[in-house]
Structure formats: structure tokens, C-alpha cells
């Protein structure tokens, strides 16, 4: 941007225009090309078009999914995806009890074996 500004103050300098209407009205051109340019640029980023860093945009079959940039040479799949796949892998929140079978709740301890280890602790307790 500085470069565009030092372009103009050049433009400005060899104009014979001691009022200022010419600068004025090169530089509202100038905006104006500006901003069409810069929309212009705009509306390319949000096609994804790609990207000037020399990533590309990627998307996979699922259409919630969003696109996700990566470098040219990354094989790696969608990451939502990835995410899903992980979700899948995280323990249910109710575990089967392997000793009684019941449910209980993944990080307590059984409810049904502590009553029965009570019940026993209190009949051994009352013997
Ligand atoms: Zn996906
Ligand atoms: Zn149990």
C-alpha cells in the first residue's frame, strides 16, 4: 500500500493543479479501482479459488463439512471427518459392568457391585 501511496504523491507532484480538482478526481478513480479491485479479489478468496501462499483449498464428499486449506504435498483427509472418526473412538459415557453386567456411568464404580460389596461387607460385619 505504501508503494500506491508514493505512486500517487509522484502523480500529484506532476500535475499543474493548483486547486486540487484533478488530484481530487484521480484520486477518486483511483479509490474507486481500488475497491473494485480489491472486491474483485474478495469474491476469488471466498470461491476458494486458492490461495497465494501456494495452498490449496480442499473439501470432501460430505457437504457440512467446510473446505479446509492445505499444502500442495499434504495427503492428510478431511479433518471434520477426522473428528467424527474420533468422537466415534471416545468411550461411551454408560460402560457394561464386566463382573454383573449392569450399566454404569465411564469414571464411577459400578452401583450395582458396591451394593452387593456392602451387602456382603454388612452380612460379614452381622456374622
Ligand atoms: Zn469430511
Ligand atoms: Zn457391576
Redesign the pocket.
Known amino acids: 500500500m505504501s508503494d500506491l501511496s508514493t505512486a500517487r504523491a509522484r502523480v500529484h507532484a506532476m500535475l499543474s493543479d493548483p486547486d486540487g480538482l484533478v488530484t481530487r478526481e484521480l484520486d477518486a478513480r483511483l479509490d474507486e479501482l481500488l475497491a473494485a479491485a480489491t472486491a474483485e479479489l474478495e469474491s476469488f478468496r471466498a470461491l476458494e479459488l486458492g490461495d497465494p501462499d501456494g495452498r490449496v483449498s480442499a473439501a470432501c464428499g460430505d457437504p457440512s463439512h467446510p473446505t479446509w486449506l492445505r499444502a500442495k504435498g499434504d495427503g492428510r483427509g478431511c479433518p471434520w471427518c477426522r473428528i467424527a472418526e474420533l468422537e466415534k473412538l471416545t468411550p461411551a459415557s454408560i460402560q457394561t ?1 464386566t ?2 453386567g ?1 450399566g454404569y456411568t465411564l469414571g464411577e464404580a ?1 452401583s ?2 458396591e451394593y452387593r460389596k456392602w451387602i456382603a461387607a454388612e452380612k460379614g460385619t452381622t456374622q
Open positions: 459392568c463382573e454383573c449392569a459400578c450395582v457391585c
